[in-house]
Structure formats: C-alpha cells, structure tokens
C-alpha cells in the first residue's frame, strides 16, 4: 500500500526560501511519475511540477526558476526546493505518485495523473 507523507512547510517572509520533503513507500521511483501540488483556500489544486523515470523535470511558469524539483532514490524521498517565494505561493502543499504510466507521467500535470497522494503540509509566505 503506497503511502506518501510531506514535511517542511513552514511560514516564511516573502523572498525566503523552504525545502519540503515527501517521504514516498510502495512505489519504485524507477516506475514511477512524481509530483508536486498545492491549493490554496477556495482555489483549485495546481500542479507546481513534476518528475518522470529518467528524471525529466516539468514545471509551470509560475514557479519556473524558483522552485526545484529532487528526489533522492536510496531514501525514497522526493524534495521541492522552494526559493524567492511570493505571498501567492501560500497553500497546502502535496506529493502525488502515479505509476499508470509506468513512470511518465500525464501531460499536462492535473490531479487526474496521479492515484496516490499525501496529506499536505502548509506554507505561509508573509510580507
């Protein structure tokens, strides 16, 4: 049974930076599209990128060259590097798994690409 579990969050000033981390079990990173989400109130959830088997990184423009998507295989952990962070990057934050694809993953990032989800960890940017 997979089971995917966040840390890291935070609340932080506007520019500053956080990494989370999502402790990831009962997939193979190797078959395995991961991901990143979050959702702010009353929004949608969005996707803020995710990484493919031969680790292919996507990530939308709003987070481009700011955020980081990592993953470190030996520890199952997927990371986000989260850096010049804004008030509007404030929201729960989620790691998805997906293996439907045997480690592609859906284009473009939805909640439908994924099967498996954390329960989310809080950022809160300030100014």
């Known amino acids: 049974q997979a089971q995917l579990v966040e840390s890291g969050g935070g609340s932080v000033q506007a520019g500053g930076s956080l990494r989370l981390s999502c402790s990831v079990s009962?997939?193979?990173?190797?078959?395995?599209?991961l991901g990143w989400f979050r959702q702010a109130p009353g929004k949608e959830r969005e996707g803020v990128g995710d990484?493919?088997?031969?680790?292919?990184?996507w990530y939308p423009d709003s987070v481009k060259g700011r955020f980081t998507i990592s993953q470190d295989v030996d520890k199952a952990i997927l990371y986000l590097e989260m850096n010049s962070l804004k008030p509007e990057d404030s929201g729960m934050y989620y790691c998805?798994?997906?293996?439907?694809?045997?480690?592609?993953?859906?284009?473009?990032?939805?909640?439908?690409?994924?099967?498996?989800w954390g329960q989310g960890t809080q950022v809160t940017v300030y100014t």
């Open positions: 990484i493919n088997r031969v680790s292919n990184i």
């Open positions: 009962g997939y193979t990173f190797s078959r395995a599209c």
């Open positions: 998805a798994a997906d293996s439907r694809l045997g480690g592609l993953c859906y284009a473009p990032q939805s909640t439908r690409g994924f099967t498996d």
